[in-house]
């Protein structure tokens, strides 16, 4: 039994498993919801910690402007933040440039999940800087710690702990915003589905498709978080 009848028993055709063409979309679309999910998970984490730093111990301006921002993006839809971007902002830049520097749609989607998430990962870290608990604090004042060695060795390493669990819902939500990117033509999972489903008219089969795909993403990354707390749990402090 070939792969083409297998792909085809009972009502369903999945093309994607012996027609070449779909296949290579589908999976063009898997490397780009990969490559979005992986860029956007080291930006809104990395911007995530170093937001909720300076919402804890940055100056007023720095608060007021950082929360603003936290506010602003979190309250907001994803799918309106990405429009925003791509048509907004993007005309700036060409018009700016005199069409000289054109960002593409896929740098767009990254930068729009990436602070979208970020806003939810600073509101993550900045509750587990605040639940670092006071004793700890007090402990390296009483030994004359400087800030930086305050802030690296203490409360980077409780506040990357506290907020796992945090951070992890995020991520997930990250993976699943991914597909908002379909509105800006990027060819990820959802846009390479459509195509098929338009050519082949196999909705049900690609619905089939994606939600596997995404289940198995999501599962990467609840399994490295999950992994993640457990090799960094320090005993006597959360979980």
């Known amino acids: 039994m070939d792969l083409e009848t297998i792909a085809t028993m009972g009502d369903f055709d999945f093309t994607f498993l012996y027609d070449s063409f779909d296949r290579s979309r589908f999976l063009k679309g898997i490397y780009y919801t990969v490559l979005i999910s992986v860029s956007c998970i080291v930006i809104s984490v990395s911007l995530g910690m170093a937001g909720a730093i300076r919402l804890a111990y940055g100056t007023r301006i720095e608060r007021w402007l950082i929360g603003g921002f936290v506010s602003l993006f ?67 004042a009483s030994l004359s710690l400087p800030r930086t060695a305050v802030l690296w060795k203490i409360v980077v390493p409780l506040g ?42 196999n909705v049900v089969e690609m619905m089939f498709a994606m939600l596997a795909v995404y289940m198995v993403l999501i599962g990467a990354v609840v399994l490295c978080t999950q992994t993640l707390e457990r090799r960094l749990a320090l005993p006597g402090y959360g979980g």
């Open 74 to 140: 979190r309250n907001t839809p994803p799918l309106i933040q990405i429009y925003l971007f791509f048509f907004g902002f993007g005309a700036i830049v060409s018009n700016a440039t005199d069409n000289s520097i054109v960002i593409p749609a896929v740098a767009w989607a990254v930068i729009a999940v990436s602070i979208y998430i970020t806003a939810f990962n600073i509101e993550a870290f900045r509750a587990a800087i605040e639940g670092i608990p006071k004793e700890l604090m007090e402990g390296a």
């Open 160 to 201: 990357v702990r506290g907020a796992l669990p945090s951070v992890g819902n995020n991520l997930v939500e990250l993976v699943k915003s991914t597909s908002y990117a379909y509105a800006i033509a990027v060819p990820e999972l959802l846009y390479a589905s459509s195509q098929i489903w338009a050519d082949s008219l």
